[in-house]
């Protein structure tokens, strides 16, 4: 029967339409046969077109045919899946009797030294000849069973040479070693490699819970957050209503003020003119008088004249800018002023990215410095007016000479220093070009005073930075105004590595090797950057270059 299977020829007992063995095989008036569901979804779909097809040859039906299973068909499928069963894989010990396709081997012989299925197999059970053959489970390399030396099977260990023999090579070559029988030598070795598989196992389940446990941490994470985001979302919504109404009712109240007080001096105005015209009329009446030749007609005009000069009066029209409209910016400035105090000072994010990231491995040879490499470009605006940038903005050199820099409020103007352009906030990794005796190349955060005293604004002198000093032979380090002694080869190369999610930071000479000199472990709480400061030595500059692949990686502690 497996022999009959084994010649069936699956393609013929497959559907045309899922290309898989037929299930359910039923046949159509044409003589095609079809899985049962598959011809039924494929006449569905021709419920509209008004007539049902063949698949495979086109024939049309007016009506939708009624279907038959097809009996004859459904057991050939089954024997034909027992065959396939029957086949062996790339992992079973095939038999090595069978041509074409190759059946499953379920013994393998020892003094034939081959493998067979239930079908070859038979002669070892039905002939006396194969009677005193050894048969055994189906074994992949059944040579490796048998001595070379000898042509008897390896039923003994040699723990000496750590290997399996016959029993004749412990008369021979391994005479006086301690051997013991394969099955015992078998039982202590799965032993250990049971309470192992328990170790392993063991170790399988922590990881498995840590998964878990980071999923549902994950999971929440991403809950809360939402939640945080939407009640936030909400609050702000509110604030920001507020706050336009608030300016509605502020613009309001201006724009009313604005008409009452407009109003009135537009009366005033209005008062001043008619004043105005008819003092200028009794002007006119005067001078016409004052002309007058007749003595008499002048006497007896000036009272009347005389009378109306009483009315003229002058006034004091304040044209400065009202003191109430100048409280009005002044009080929205200091409340926006407060708000964003409040807003920067209250709400943050009081947990640091560590509670919730899984460290990564952090580099340890070159190549994984270099997926790291950062395109540093120095920012103008930052730069001390006596500091050259050059280099499209990627050197920075000492000169005497003031550059013509517009004014910037983030200008450093006590010390040399300028900073990158761009904040780090990930992984980076760049390298500088030290010229000169007084350098420092720093990281630091941006709202480092500008302005300040040494200790507030000097690269390494306050708690927002962290600098090494290059001078002609050595290093140190500074942090908080304290300086520390560094060990290392001296190079005017230096790279430096950060991983601002790890809270690590490190500093590198970087010659033929790369040695580390100085490496910082904190919790960084805003974003970074690069920063540089030169001592006023005409020349003095820092470059940053473009890593390259040429050196190899040594620690500090190699070099003592």
């Known amino acids: 029967m497996a022999k009959r299977g084994a ?5 013929k007992f497959s559907c045309s339409i899922c290309l898989d063995l037929l299930k359910d095989p039923v046949t159509v008036p ?73 059946l499953k081997a379920v013994k393998s012989c020892l003094v034939c030294l081959a493998s067979y299925c239930e079908e070859h197999l038979q002669p070892h059970y039905r002939s006396a000849a194969f009677k005193k053959h050894r048969l055994l489970e189906p074994c992949m390399k059944i040579q490796e069973k048998i001595c070379s030396l000898h042509d008897e099977e390896t039923e003994i260990f040699c723990r000496t040479d750590q290997q399996s023999i016959c029993y004749l090579c412990t008369m021979d070559q391994h005479r006086d070693h301690e051997t013991v029988p394969a099955a015992a030598e078998r039982r202590q070795k799965q032993k250990e490699l049971e309470e192992s598989r328990l170790n392993v196992q063991q170790g399988i389940r922590e990881r498995e819970e840590a998964v878990d446990r980071l999923k549902g941490r994950i999971i929440g994470i991403n809950f809360e957050a939402d939640e945080v985001v939407e009640e936030s979302e909400v609050y702000f919504t509110e604030m920001i209503s507020f706050i336009q109404d608030k300016s509605s009712e502020v613009k309001q109240q201006v724009r009313s003020y604005q008409e009452s007080v407009v109003s009135e001096l537009k009366e005033l105005q209005g008062k001043i003119q008619r004043e105005l015209s008819e003092l200028k009329r009794k002007d006119v009446q005067m001078e016409q008088l004052v002309h007058t030749e007749d003595h008499a007609q002048f006497l007896i005009s000036y009272p009347s004249v005389s009378a109306l000069s009483e009315l003229t009066h002058s006034y004091s029209i304040q044209t400065a800018p009202l003191k109430d409209f100048m409280d009005v910016p002044v009080g929205v400035r200091n409340i926006m002023v407060n708000l964003w105090d409040i807003l920067r000072e209250h709400i943050t994010l009081k947990a640091t990215k560590q509670q919730f990231v899984p460290l990564c491995p952090q580099p340890e040879t070159r190549e994984d410095f270099l997926q790291y490499a950062q395109k540093i470009t120095l920012d103008p605006n930052s730069a001390h007016r006596e500091l050259l940038l050059s280099d499209k903005k990627r050197k920075v050199t000492y000169t005497e000479e003031a550059q013509p820099y517009s004014y910037h409020p983030q200008r450093f103007r006590r010390y040399l220093q300028v900073l990158s352009r761009n904040p780090l906030m990930h992984r980076h990794y760049w390298e500088v070009e030290v010229r000169g005796e007084g350098v420092f190349v720093a990281v630091t955060y941006k709202d480092t005073s500008t302005a300040g ?108």
């Open 30 to 102: 044409c003589g095609h046969s079809y899985c049962s569901d598959c011809i039924k979804r494929h006449w569905d779909e021709q419920d509209d077109s008004g007539f049902y097809s063949c698949p495979q040859c086109r024939k049309r039906f007016r009506r939708r045919p009624k279907l038959k299973k097809n009996i004859l068909l459904a057991e050939l499928v089954e024997n034909l899946k027992k065959t396939e069963l029957q086949v062996a894989g790339p992992q079973d010990v095939s038999c090595d009797v069978c041509f074409g396709r190759k």
């Open 7 to 11: 010649q069936l020829d699956a393609e």
């Open 453 to 560: 005293g040494y200790t507030e604004c000097g690269f390494g002198s306050n708690s927002k930075s962290w600098a090494l000093f290059c001078d002609a032979a050595s290093f140190k380090f500074r942090h908080n105004n304290k300086l520390t002694p560094v060990s290392g080869p001296w190079s005017s190369r230096v790279g430096v590595y950060l991983d601002h999610t790890a809270g690590v930071l490190s500093f590198y000479s970087v010659s033929e090797t790369m040695t580390l000199l100085h490496k910082v472990q904190t919790a960084f709480t805003e974003p970074l950057y690069a920063g540089v400061w030169l001592y006023p030595e005409e020349g003095d500059s820092v470059k940053f270059l473009k890593p390259q692949k040429r050196t190899s990686i040594r620690s500090s502690d190699e070099l003592s």
